[in-house]
């Protein structure tokens, strides 16, 4: 299997090609973000391939990160997939929440210097504005489950522990250690976060981490078509450009009744 993974989400523009399988061979880009990446991430794709010796039509799929994280991120590297996945007849795109591939990251990091494997990990990226986005995803010896605990959310960090322990499952608990907390949230958000008990873990979600999850997201089907992936915001109100404001008013105007005598 031929995939393509992106990630944009954050301040760093990760790319990704290889199967996904397991000591498989991979060609990564890791490099500035932001707003860069509406400028570097095609060149970097089309310099990935030329190591490959691949060609945008022998790959198998698209695989990007589809949020929560930076807006223009988010929405550069779904319109790059959309485009790309046309580009090469309707190839298939697998949308993959930034917080499972935080978490797979992070796992990861943990098994490579030998660490224990967590009951539970504690997905949060920075959501700017004194918030975070947190999502929770049980960790099995297969690996993550691939549906949250709890689906990602916008937290405070003064309120972070209080919804960790809600949300855990019965038995587990933050002072026992079962649950890692892995992100890029303890260094802006270090005061807030100062008393929540629990191991840590500096990460961020990663093309290579799309890739180890993407075999078995298609194989449940995750996959959409190119015109049906989406990103998401969470923050949906504070995402919506100019431009998808003016379609959502023009959209509900047309749902209107005309005027009497019209």
């Known amino acids: 299997m031929r995939l393509l993974a992106i990630d944009s989400s954050t301040d760093i523009l990760s790319v990704a090609l290889g199967s996904g399988a397991p000591g498989a061979p991979m060609w990564q880009h890791s490099g500035p973000g932001a707003a860069q990446s509406s400028a570097t991430l095609l060149p970097t794709v089309q310099s990935l391939l030329g190591q490959a010796g691949w060609t ?8 990007f990160g589809r949020g929560p994280g930076s807006f223009t991120g988010l929405r550069t590297a779904c319109a790059v997939a959309q485009g790309l996945a046309y580009g090469a007849g309707g190839l298939p795109v697998l949308p993959v929440d930034t917080l499972l591939a935080l978490a797979e990251a992070a796992r990861e990091q943990r098994l490579i210097a030998g660490q224990p494997q ?21 960790c099995g010896p297969q690996g993550l489950e691939a549906t949250p605990l709890q689906p990602p959310r916008l937290c405070a960090p003064a309120l972070l522990g209080a919804h960790l322990r809600e ?6 608990t933050l002072e026992a250690g079962d649950c890692l ?3 890029n949230v303890f260094e802006p ?15 961020l979600p990663t093309a290579m981490a799309l890739l180890a999850l993407a075999p078995a997201l298609l194989a449940a089907g995750r996959a959409v078509a190119a015109q049906d992936a989406l990103p998401l915001y969470v923050r949906d109100q504070v995402a919506r450009t100019t431009a998808e404001r003016e379609r959502l008013r023009l959209e509900q105007a047309a749902l209107r009744p005309a005027p009497q005598g019209a």
């Open 167 to 172: 949300s855990l499952p019965t038995g587990l």
């Open 118 to 138: 967590p009951a539970v990990i504690a997905a949060l990226l920075d959501a700017r504005m004194d918030e975070t986005y947190v999502a929770l995803y049980a």
């Open 56 to 63: 945008l039509h022998s790959l198998d799929a698209i695989v």
């Open 189 to 203: 958000y270090a005061a807030g976060l100062a008393d929540l008990p629990g191991p840590r873990e500096r990460a």
């Open 181 to 183: 907390l892995a992100g």
